[in-house]
């Protein structure tokens, strides 16, 4: 065995969700309806039409999901801020009980002596937004974006340190504009890469403007990184795999750090007539929106061979997160296709179970990034199951964490500077779009699709196995 390095003594520990997959309350206290609250209404969207009027009533039980998170033990929490909360319209008037209860929230949580991680976008764009200018389509988002950004700073920038800024932008663009999956459900391939654009300035004047706001604070993006292996050795494989690490992760994680678009990518995306319109100040605004971590959301690698450009598999875009699984084939003619991955594992939703694929995409970002890494997501969705004594016999998910968590302790003896670990996620919560059959927390919650849904929290056995972790600070495993 390697003699490994130990966790640093600061290290935080955490948990992480989503404000739309947890909150409920769509409609009190002056919220303002969200992409999400409408397009889970379009019938066939969700699993069983599952939507999150209710979630898991985090809204209201707050105070005992911080209870919990307390007697966990947990080192930090990542939350994300409804924006309609805050801004009904987007923009405009404040509406202050939105503002209240991420006040009482981070209040709570630093009184139990939680780090609090504030996410201020994961996925939930206020509607009227949409409706006005078609939301990410135009710049004036950038410009809306940034002032809802400020409103937070002020009114949160003396308590919360740890900011995500866009959580998984490669996914909520894709999955948006791409593979029609997610609001606003448009295929649409030019039009995918200018709403990405317009996403990267909005990420980078969020940042700039953070600088003045919360000099003592540290800001980042969530990437959702799947690192690229290639099928075989043969060249024409490992081209592909570079390929896709090109046009797949460096695409976003080279425009975070350094403002630049990768140059194969650009130029392969200029041939085909869909690069992203550029304006003047673009570029410039981009290198000064440098974060201080890489957000990693962290579930799987995926593997890649040789597509050729004629008669291998048709257009389609493979999902970094793997919502659609890995089983099926896609990729683009020419540059690459995925392939599954014979020596791995795979979860009932079919995807990867690759916790050396966390070491080595972490050493990769480390090595042409130079940022510190905060793991902001990570964990394992199943079905489980609450026995009869109440019971949850997770052992499957302490066995997906606990590798994953050796993985880690083994890239930061390769020299890898990680911050900190947010499990996905503390309490089960609304999977987006397979309801509540999918499950991830440490804590169970009585929530389903059918049948009995009181929204009691029971603590799975894994909750006792992360307490032990943190309480020995990674020796323990
Ligand atoms: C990440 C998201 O992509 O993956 C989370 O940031 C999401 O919001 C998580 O829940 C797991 O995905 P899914 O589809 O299994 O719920």
């Not at 039409?49 to 898991?56: S, W």
Request: net charge negative; proline share 4%; with cysteine.
């Amino acid at each position: 065995h390697e003699n490994l390095k130990s966790f640093p003594k600061d290290f935080l520990w955490g948990a992480a969700s989503a404000a739309y997959q947890i909150e409920g309350a769509w409609n009190i206290d002056g919220k303002g309806i969200s992409n999400w609250d409408k397009f889970v209404r379009i019938p066939g969207k969700t699993f069983k039409g599952t939507n999150g009027d209710i979630a898991v009533d985090h809204y209201h039980r707050y105070k005992e999901d911080v209870q919990l998170m307390a007697e966990m033990g947990l080192k930090t929490y990542r939350f994300s801020v409804a924006w309609s909360r805050i801004f009904p319209n987007g923009k405009g008037e404040i509406n202050q009980k939105g503002l209240d209860f991420y006040n009482d929230l981070i209040n709570e949580l630093i009184e139990h002596h939680i780090e609090p991680i504030l996410t201020i976008y994961h996925w939930d764009l206020p509607q009227a937004l949409q409706d006005e200018y078609g939301g990410w389509e135009s710049r004036q988002i950038i410009k809306d974006f940034t002032n809802y950004c400020i409103t937070l700073y002020k009114a949160f920038g003396d308590r919360v340190k740890y900011w995500v800024s866009l959580n998984e932008q490669n996914v909520f663009t894709r999955l948006g504009y791409q593979t029609a999956m997610h609001p606003p459900g448009v295929k649409d391939d030019k039009l995918f890469y200018q709403v990405n654009h317009h996403a990267s300035l909005a990420n980078a004047a969020a940042i700039k403007a953070f600088r003045s706001h919360v000099p003592d604070g540290k800001i980042g993006p969530s990437f959702a990184y799947s690192p690229a292996y290639a099928a075989t050795s043969k060249p024409e494989d490992v081209l592909a795999a570079e390929n896709a690490e090109e046009l797949a992760s460096h695409w976003w994680m080279d425009v975070y750090t350094w403002g630049t678009y990768p140059q194969a990518a650009w130029n392969y995306l200029e041939r085909k007539g869909i690069a992203p319109e550029v304006e003047e100040g673009d570029l410039e605004l981009l290198k000064e929106g440098k974060p201080d971590f890489m957000g990693v959301n962290y579930y799987q690698t995926t593997t890649f061979e040789k597509n050729p450009l004629h008669g291998g598999t048709s257009e389609g875009h493979f999902n970094t997160s793997g919502e659609k699984g890995t089983s099926e084939d896609t990729g683009i003619p020419g540059l690459y296709k995925t392939v599954r991955n014979e020596n791995l594992n795979r979860t009932n939703w079919d995807w990867n179970i690759d916790p050396q694929g966390l070491r080595i995409g972490l050493r990769r970002i480390t090595n042409r990034y130079k940022l510190p890494i905060l793991i902001s997501e990570n964990g394992l969705g199943e079905y489980d199951k609450a026995e009869e004594d109440g019971s949850i016999n997770d052992d499957y998910r302490i066995e997906y964490i606990e590798s994953h968590v050796k993985s880690i302790q083994e890239a930061v003896t390769d020299g890898v500077e990680v911050i900190g670990y947010c499990v996905w996620s503390f309490t089960d919560l609304l999977s987006w779009l397979n309801g509540y059959k999918k499950r991830y927390g440490f804590v169970y919650v009585n929530q389903h699709e059918e049948g009995e849904h009181d929204l009691r929290r029971m603590k799975k056995k894994s909750f006792y196995w992360y307490k032990a972790v943190i309480e020995s600070n990674g020796e323990n495993l």
